[in-house]
């Protein structure tokens, strides 16, 4: 365990954004997330009327350019890996539905301490947000089979039908967005994700607080680093004593 934070890095904070997958949630393999990667390939072999394995290589591409796959639909042009397609409307919802069709039971692992950490915080006048890039509807079964209550959150915010999902533009604009409605400012908000680049940085660069859960980034100094997510919140349950 470890972390890099002050003593009272987070005595202002009355607002926690919270990353799902990888962050509140830990898959027991990588089955589940296989199947993210397929429901990508299939959405994209259905949208542009092209075989399965066409498709598969389209993605892969996308990916070794360091590009989501989703962005071949988000776009709806993959012209530049087969010249003969034509750029078409860019498609949010079939990606939408192959997503929701999966079922996380079974491939998470019990985080009910990390919900018990949410509502104590709650007790302490700090709300959790959580904010996911998946569809909403899977995210809530995930955080579900993971043994959270939704009701821990005062917000969960993901992945819509009908438009990018919310943190696909890395402009930090969702940021700014949850914390009106919620009506607390970004300084006093903490932004937690497991991908600098998507989870922290754009909020950061807005005037949050960011901690970026997993192995990465203990150099940086525009945002801390805590191992777990549970060692993060048990240490602002500390400085809130």
């Known amino acids: 365990m470890g972390h890099q934070y002050h003593s009272n890095a987070f005595k202002d904070v009355e607002l926690i954004i919270c990353d799902v997958d990888d962050t509140l949630v830990r898959a027991t393999g990588k089955d589940f997330y296989?199947?993210?990667g397929l429901a990508v390939e299939r959405a994209i072999a259905e949208y542009f009327h092209i075989s399965i394995p066409?498709?598969?290589k389209v993605a892969n591409q996308f990916r070794q350019h360091g590009v989501g796959a989703e962005q071949a639909l988000f776009t709806g042009d993959i012209s530049i890996y087969l010249p003969r397609q034509k750029p078409l409307i860019p498609n949010f919802t079939i990606l939408h539905q192959h997503m929701t069709q999966?079922?996380?039971k079974g491939y998470f692992s019990d985080q009910h301490h990390v919900s018990d950490l949410i509502r104590a915080l709650a007790k302490k006048h700090i709300k959790t947000v959580a904010l996911t890039s998946s569809p909403t509807s899977l995210s809530g079964r995930i955080l579900l089979a993971s043994n959270y209550k939704i009701d821990d959150f005062a917000m969960l915010i993901g992945y819509e039908s009908d438009a990018h999902?919310?943190?696909?533009?890395?402009?930090?604009r969702i940021f700014e967005i949850?914390?009106?409605k919620m009506k607390i400012p970004l300084n006093k908000t903490l932004v937690i994700g497991d991908k600098p680049s998507v989870d922290i940085e754009p909020a950061v660069q807005r005037g949050a607080l960011g901690c970026l859960i997993g192995a990465h980034g203990r150099s940086q100094k525009e945002y801390f680093y805590a191992d777990t997510v549970e060692e993060l919140f048990a240490d602002i349950l500390k400085e809130k004593e």
């Open 102 to 104: 999966l079922d996380p």
């Open 178 to 180: 949850i914390t009106k």
């Open 165 to 172: 999902p919310p943190k696909a533009t890395r402009d930090g």
């Open 54 to 56: 066409k498709a598969e």
């Open 34 to 36: 296989k199947q993210y």
